[in-house]
Every structure is written in C-alpha cells, then in structure tokens.
C-alpha cells in the first residue's frame, strides 16, 4: 500500500511516466528495442510502484535477448498486480525459451486460469505439451481452442509432429491441391465474385498499450490507395524495392507489395531472424545483396542508418568527413 507521500509522488511523476511509455512502445513497435528499453528504464526508475512500467520493460528486455532482467521486471510487474494474463502469458513464454518447461507450464495455465479463451496461450502450451511427447494432454488443451466460437483450425507453419487438431504446412499444401482439382470451377467463379466493398484483410494494432483492434479494409480501399500512390511517383519496372516494414503493416503492404505488383517492379523481404533484433541486423546486409532503388522505412531506423553512415565516415578520417560536408 502507498502512504500518503508515495501517493503524491505518482501524481506528480504520472504524466511524465505516461510520456516515457508512449514514446518507449512506439519505439518498441518501430522495432527499436535498445531505445525503447531507456525509455521504459526511466519509466521504472521515475515509477517503481507502476505496473505497466516493469511490463513493457520486460518485454523489450525479452526482445533484447536480457532474460534474466526480463524475468525480474514480468515477476516485479506480477507483485503489483497478480491477476493479468498477458504477463502471465508472456512470462511463460520467455521461460519456454529458455528451456524451462515445468516453469512455463506454470505460468501459462496461470494465464488461462485468468482467461480460458487465450488463444496464444493454449496453442503455446499445447506446442510445450506436444514438444514433451504429451500429446494426449495436448490434444484435451486442442479441444478447449476449438471451442472458441471464431477458431476452426490451428495451422503450424514450423511443421513438426501433428496433433489430431493441428495441420502442418506440407498437409495444408496437399489440401488445397486435393481441393483445386475437384472444384476448380467452384474456386474460380468464387474468385471472380469477390467485389469492391468485400473484405480484403483485418489489419490488426499491435496491442501493445491497449487490446488490439481490427480494421476491416475492402479490395476497394486497397484499389483506391494504390492508384493514389501510382499517381505520386513513376516506378520502373525494373525498379527492386526491400521491404522493412512488416507486410501486416498498411502502409507496408499497399506501397511496399500492391504498387510494385501494379507497376510489375521486384520486391524481396528481409532476412528473417531468430529474433526481431536478429531481423534489423540483417537489413545492411540484405541491402548490400539487393541494392534496391528505394526501400520505405520509419524514423528509428532511418535514424540508425544515419547513424551508422556517420560513424563510418569519421573512421575514415577528416578528409572523408570535409568531402561528406562539401557534398551535402
């Protein structure tokens, strides 16, 4: 309990805790972790009683590869308040990933405890389980998901053995062919009847400061951005472009993928990683590989490259950096 002094203490450090964390979970959703993790650490620092603070903390922590300061900042953010499922769920994940089963089982059923219907939380406790030679039990926490009214199927795209609920790639794959030869007529017609007002995709928020919420984007909304953006600038064919942004990203997906497909223009991804910061680090290197003609970036990273452009110019010397001046 906060006496009367720490009470008035988070009166007055409140806003700016409130701005650490904003500015720390846009960095976090651009994909700069380090810069987001000051940001929540001056948060922690300002706040200790502050709940959300030790959460987001930790999870640019996890992103960073910390663990161990990962798992004090989950636990810490648990002492202030027991009852939340996202930290019970990301908690169990971190120690899933480290290899600590029994620990992580713990910690997801904790989470369903507090909420049956946690989709992430029962695929990933059914993969431990399924992982562990459980597949009995596995296929018991299937059949909890398959009671949610909106899931039908659990589709892995990592393979591996399938439970009774789950379909992997390769299967998926096979379906689809099976499927096309005995209703090729029937998926064709369906295809031609999808209109303008029909839905496309349901672009989700991250979640990360509030519950995500989906929008609903019809093939009109997708047709009308694309010529909007072709009527802004020229693209050759011949054009390559990287796409950094995440695909599921609006901007992303019209501009990076939908325009260069109008255009007939090449596209290539980043390199995936082990983690989100193992991805970023691939992205110079994938650059040296492609030489593209542009790529669509956010602030964070377009500041990084700047960044690392300077640094390389004052390591070659003054001589270098007089030219750099003189050219810009």
């Given at each position: 309990m906060l006496g009367p002094m720490g009470r008035l203490h988070r009166i007055l450090v409140g806003p700016k805790v409130k701005r650490l964390l904003d500015k720390g979970s846009n960095l976090f959703n651009q994909g700069d972790s380090a810069a987001a993790e000051e940001c929540f650490a001056a948060a922690v620092e300002?706040?200790?009683?502050?709940?959300?603070?030790?959460y987001y903390f930790a999870l640019a922590l996890a992103d960073l590869k910390k663990s161990q300061e990962a798992e004090i900042h989950f636990r810490r953010s648990l002492d202030l308040k027991e009852k939340e499922t996202k930290?019970?769920?990301?908690?169990?994940?971190?120690?899933?990933?480290?290899?600590?089963?029994?620990?992580?089982?713990k910690e997801y059923r904790r989470a369903l405890e507090l909420d049956p219907a946690n989709g992430i939380a029962i695929i990933n406790l059914g993969t431990l389980l399924r992982d562990s030679g459980r597949f009995s039990e596995a296929t018991d926490l299937y059949q909890q998901a398959k009671d949610l009214p909106d899931l039908e199927t659990i589709i892995l795209l990592d393979g591996g053995e399938e439970a009774p609920e789950?379909?992997?790639?390769?299967?998926?794959?096979?379906?689809?062919?099976?499927?096309?030869?005995?209703?090729?007529?029937?998926?064709?017609?369906?295809?031609?009847?999808?209109?303008?007002?029909?839905?496309?995709?349901?672009?989700?928020?991250?979640?990360?400061?509030?519950?995500?919420?989906?929008i609903i984007l019809t093939h009109g909304n997708y047709i009308a951005n694309v010529e909007q953006g072709a009527g802004m600038v020229d693209i050759p064919s011949y054009w390559r472009c990287l796409i950094i942004l995440p695909w599921d990203h609006s901007f992303g997906?019209?501009?990076?993928?939908?325009?260069l497909m109008r255009y007939g223009a090449k596209l290539a991804a980043?390199?995936?990683?082990?983690?989100?910061?193992?991805?970023?680090?691939?992205?110079?290197?994938?650059?040296?590989?492609?030489?593209?003609?542009?790529?669509?970036s956010v602030p964070a990273l377009a500041i990084n490259f700047r960044k690392n452009v300077e640094k390389g110019i004052r390591e070659k010397g003054p001589k270098a950096e007089n030219v750099t001046r003189l050219q810009v």
């Open positions: 300002m706040d200790d009683e502050h709940e959300e603070a030790h930290t019970h769920a990301d908690l169990a994940e971190l120690l899933h990933n480290e290899g600590r089963k029994e620990e992580a089982e789950e379909i992997g790639v390769e299967r998926l794959m096979a379906l689809g062919s099976e499927y096309l030869e005995a209703n090729g007529e029937a998926f064709e017609a369906r295809w031609r009847s999808v209109g303008e007002s029909d839905p496309a995709t349901i672009c989700y928020t991250s979640g990360t400061t509030a519950d995500p919420k989906g997906h019209t501009v990076g993928i939908y325009i980043v390199q995936a990683g082990e983690s989100l910061r193992d991805t970023l680090r691939n992205i110079p290197v994938n650059i040296r590989e492609l030489k593209p003609h542009f790529m669509l």
